[in-house]
């Protein structure tokens, strides 16, 4: 479904970025799956060309959000700027299958998303961590990268949480 939706809005010429849950399930599918797909537009317009794209694949608004009868996916739409914490992104991958294609967060920057749900909230989020921990375990990513940001960001601790069990899974 990401890749449906994200070939719609790409080929509207509409910069949508897949992230969140969604970004980290596209990475690790067996390790998460996530019920809403978030895409961070450049532009968001519910009467014009952005929503065209989408309801033109079916789906209908809902709550805020956007359902189709034919998936359990949500889509949902966050407001920009793309960012992680107080970094705003304005590089991400470029995903393809055959004919579809799919903008989404490197796979650093998807670790970074899910540590900041983990990092960031009171009530703090393990799923969040070993989703981070499951995209990381299968592709590679900048740990120099992870940590300044978590530097930054003012959460060193929670980053010798990551990687003490980054090292242990992955030595």
Sequence with gaps: MAFIVGTALYTAEISAVLSGGGAATVYAPDANQSGDLDFVLSFWSSQGVSAKAIFDLGFVEKDGGYVH???????????????????????????????????????????????????FYTNVDYSALDQALAVAARHEINLDKIRGWCEAEHVTDGYAIFEARYLKTFG
């Design 69 to 119: 009868p034919a998936t359990k996916f949500t889509l949902e739409f966050p407001p920009g700027p793309l960012a992680i914490g107080d970094e705003v992104i304005t590089q991400w991958d470029t995903l393809r299958e055959c004919e579809k294609v799919l903008q989404i967060l490197s796979p650093t920057d998807c670790v970074r998303d899910r540590l900041s749900w983990f990092l």
